[in-house]
């Protein structure tokens, strides 16, 4: 019994079990002019087959689309390849103009459909940036509802999402990701910069240490670096109090600038952090041993006479100047005029009226040139007892201010002289507490008496408040000193009394 073929329904024959057919039933069957001869089924498929190949041969695998720029984040084509979107259908489409952002195609007018891509966890989503590049070819297949980019083979097609100039780097799972970390953020190998420890990878470092005073602490765990002070605020100088600077300092508020004045130089030593003043007067130009008069005495000059103003005398200091102005407090109708008549004890031609002191019967005259006096003795013949006769004489020395001097003496005895004299606390002679003033005829063993000069209550308060004392007694000279904390600002008057 004879077999179809399964596809084309051909009839075989078996040699076992056909050997009895005849061969013109095998004849027709093979080769009949029938429609269900063996060639005749065989041609008819043919002409079937021909016509899917010419077909087929029309159709390309995948359609080139070029797509034009519509609106944003739009294109459309009009390629006449496709009629209808199917599934796993695989177009190759270029673009006119990159794109920014998601991104919808329109081809024939077949339907607006999104362009996806798949992320790092395997999930379509839109694009986001400048992924598709114009003019170059990027490949997609349609899934039946979006067109899925596929085949990425060119480095500027690989996209990953993140922020513009970021540096990329590799996730856990080796995919490409956002570092999250700018370009701009980045320091510089030749930048400069203060570390912990030194870097052979870094150009311009410098090493932060802790100085006198200054304590740096690590902490890893929270990526910091504290520095402190060791020095306790208590210690700190207050920025009120008075500094002397080499250079002004806003957050000072009680600053004195130090400058050079005249043949003074200042250099000043950054690494040794001194400052040296000098002078450019040679030690050998500088007096120190001769006889000055001064204004205020001082402990380096050996032969320095104080410079005070006695009775009727004013002294007046310009410092801007650098002059001492003496003047006379006198005023020109309180000088006896030289015709009056005086007592003189020597003739003086300048006087019209001047009449010589001479002694007479049992009287002498003593004249002390040295201590500027006149005794008028008289002499009793007899007697152990002398008279005196006290005689007042103006003067008394240029110092004396009232100039008054009593003689007293009684029988053998020696004379002995009281005098008055007012003596001028300048203010500006005060040193280390102490001024001296000269006295005339004072010596180291005499009996003083004074106090402050009672006409004015300003002078005796300027006395009582510096709480002046005289502290020592020397040929010529009283020292007087003050107890109070601050200085007398105004010169204090002092009556001295005092017997030789």
């Known amino acids: 019994m004879t077999t179809p073929t399964t596809n084309l329904n051909l009839i075989t024959y078996d040699v076992v079990t056909d050997a009895s057919a005849l061969f013109q039933t095998f004849r027709n069957d093979l080769d009949g002019n029938t429609a269900i001869s063996n060639m005749a089924l065989i041609d008819s498929w043919a002409g079937t087959v021909n016509g899917s190949l010419i077909a087929l041969s029309d159709i390309s695998a995948v359609s080139v689309i070029s797509a034009s720029y519509v609106s944003a984040n739009f294109y459309a084509s009009s390629a006449s390849t496709i009629t209808a979107y199917e599934n796993n259908m695989t177009i190759i489409l270029i673009l006119d103009t990159t794109s920014d952002g998601t991104i919808t195609l329109n081809i024939n007018s077949l339907g607006v459909k999104s362009l996806n891509k798949i992320d790092v966890n395997g999930n379509k989503v839109n694009f986001s940036g400048h992924e598709l590049i114009k003019n170059q070819p990027n490949t997609f297949m349609?899934?039946?509802?979006?067109?899925?980019?596929?085949?990425?083979s060119y480095g500027d097609q690989i996209g990953v999402s993140g922020s513009s100039n970021n540096f990329t780097m590799i996730s856990g799972c080796g995919i490409l990701i956002d570092s999250g970390i700018s370009s701009s953020s980045v320091a510089l190998v030749t930048g400069s910069y203060i570390v912990l420890s030194l870097n052979s990878n870094l150009k311009n470092e410098w090493l932060l240490t802790a100085g006198s005073g200054i304590n740096i602490t690590n902490n890893n765990s929270a990526s910091t670096v504290t520095i402190s002070t060791s020095v306790s605020a208590s210690s700190v100088a207050p920025t009120t109090a008075s500094y002397v600077v080499l250079s002004l300092n806003s957050s000072l508020s009680n600053e004195w600038l130090l400058t050079a004045g005249s043949n003074v130089t200042l250099t000043q030593n950054a690494s040794a952090s001194?400052?040296?003043?000098?002078?450019?007067?040679?030690?050998?130009?500088?007096?120190?041993?001769?006889?000055?008069?001064?204004?205020?005495?001082?402990?380096?000059?050996?032969?320095?006479?104080?410079?005070?103003?006695?009775?009727?005398?004013?002294?007046?200091?310009?410092?801007?100047?650098?002059?001492?102005?003496?003047?006379?407090?006198?005023?020109?109708?309180?000088?006896?005029?030289?015709?009056?008549?005086?007592?003189?004890?020597?003739?003086d031609?300048?006087?019209?009226?001047?009449?010589?002191?001479?002694?007479?019967?049992?009287?002498?005259?003593?004249?002390?040139?040295?201590?500027?006096?006149?005794?008028?003795?008289?002499?009793?013949?007899?007697?152990?007892?002398?008279?005196?006769?006290?005689?007042t004489l103006g003067g008394g020395g240029a110092s004396t201010a009232s100039g008054i001097r009593t003689n007293i003496g009684l029988g053998n005895m020696a004379i002995t002289n009281m005098y008055n004299q007012q003596v001028i606390l300048s203010s500006g002679s005060w040193v280390t507490k102490s001024a001296s003033v000269v006295v005339t005829y004072m010596t180291a063993s005499a009996i003083v008496l004074y106090g402050p000069e009672p006409s004015t209550s300003t002078n005796r308060d300027a006395y009582y408040n510096a709480d002046v004392y005289c502290s020592a007694q020397t040929t010529g000279s009283l020292t007087f000193n003050y107890m109070s904390s601050a200085s007398p600002t105004t010169d204090i008057a002092v009556n001295v009394m005092y017997i030789v």
């Open 274 to 347: 001194t400052i040296t003043i000098d002078t450019n007067v040679s030690a050998s130009s500088v007096a120190t041993s001769g006889s000055y008069v001064m204004l205020a005495l001082h402990p380096n000059i050996s032969n320095e006479w104080l410079l005070t103003a006695g009775e009727n005398i004013a002294i007046t200091q310009n410092a801007s100047a650098s002059t001492v102005t003496l003047s006379t407090i006198v005023a020109a109708s309180s000088i006896a005029p030289v015709t009056a008549s005086y007592v003189l004890l020597d003739v």
């Open 142 to 152: 349609y899934d039946g509802s979006v067109w899925v980019w596929m085949a990425v």
């Open 349 to 391: 031609g300048s006087l019209q009226n001047g009449l010589a002191l001479t002694a007479g019967s049992n009287v002498t005259i003593v004249r002390n040139t040295l201590s500027g006096t006149v005794k008028v003795n008289s002499i009793t013949s007899g007697s152990n007892l002398s008279a005196v006769v006290p005689v």
